[in-house]
């Protein structure tokens, strides 16, 4: 039942919101997050903890200021992403703008691949669509295995739909995928802040340790691909915009294992640069730190 409720409440957002005036869609947007983060849920209480973490010296005053902006940028997210298939590559062109976009088309042009890694900042999704519509760079990226079965089916469809190709992030194929794609020169984009399983690389994240996949440091390692980091944030006006960062450069000497560890670690500061800049845009509000995770019952 509560599979199907979920389905549900999301088939809802893309049948409904995308109908609704944009005006009408950013204030109901407004008017859920405050309803949120006045109810104090776990997911609120959670985004402060997270926050308390990149503004250590905030006043608890400052951290509920921090959460209830976090909030209203977490359901725009979802509002913009309810509406992305509606809009035009016109509307898409004039809500994004990206510095340093000189990065990404030189890797492309050197026929080398480039892989994009992001963080739960502002709305990556927007940016994929401002990828394919507005540069003409078809890419390729995985989704997580969501339930119901439905539910992930709406999101791939959802995503399939924008311009992108979306491979299960379950099972060994992907990284295959994806490597054949890089080879081929072409374009990977993955959001890389959060990983729990065995295989994560443990970084240092706002001074404490956290865990990443390792995934793009191997891609850039395995097929020469470049990688780079793109931070994204909100401002006060309906534009969303972003930073491509300089390619990281993969290690001359070392292990594999050791390559990928500094790799992560350097991916892991560039996005901490883009959360502390924009801390009330940074949708985390899941555990993250393994001192967190170690909490919870068996």
Not at 132 to 144: H, N, Q, Y
Not at 239 to 268: D, F, N, W, Y
Request: hydrophobic share 40%; aromatic share 8%.
């Amino acid at each position: 039942m509560r599979d199907r409720l979920t389905d549900g409440l999301y088939g809802l957002g893309w049948s409904t919101v995308k109908k609704l005036p944009e005006p009408a869609a950013a204030a109901l947007g407004r008017t859920i997050a405050d309803t949120a983060w006045k109810r104090r849920g776990k997911s609120v209480l959670r985004l402060e903890s997270n926050l308390a973490r990149v503004v250590p010296d905030a006043s608890p005053e400052r951290l509920a200021e921090l959460s209830k902006a976090g909030m209203r940028s977490y359901m725009r997210y979802w509002m913009e992403s309810f509406r992305l298939p509606t809009w035009s590559a016109e509307h898409v062109k004039h809500s994004v703008q990206i510095k340093d976009v000189h990065h990404l088309k030189d890797g492309l042009a050197s026929g080398r691949g480039v892989v994009i890694a992001l963080p739960h900042l502002a709305n990556w999704d927007l940016a994929g669509v401002w990828a394919t519509r507005v540069l003409g760079l078809p890419f390729t990226t995985v989704a997580e295995r969501l339930k119901p079965e439905t539910l992930y089916d709406r999101f791939v469809a959802y995503r399939e739909s924008l311009g992108m190709e979306v491979l299960p992030h379950s099972g060994g194929a992907a990284f295959g995928t994806l490597a054949r794609r890089l080879r081929s020169g072409g374009l990977v984009c993955l959001v890389a802040d959060r990983d729990l399983s065995a295989s994560g690389i443990e970084v240092k994240y706002f001074g404490e340790t956290a865990r990443m996949p390792a995934g793009p440091a191997l891609l850039a390692q395995q097929t020469g691909a470049l990688l780079m980091p793109v931070t994204l944030w909100y401002d006060e006006a309906p534009v969303m915009r972003g930073r491509i960062h300089a390619p990281l450069e993969v290690p001359e000497t070392g292990t594999r294992a050791e390559k990928t560890s500094s790799m992560t670690q350097a991916l892991a500061d560039a996005f901490a640069t883009g959360i502390t800049e924009h801390p009330e845009d940074w949708h985390m509000l899941q555990r993250l730190w393994l001192t967190d995770l170690e909490e919870r019952p068996l």
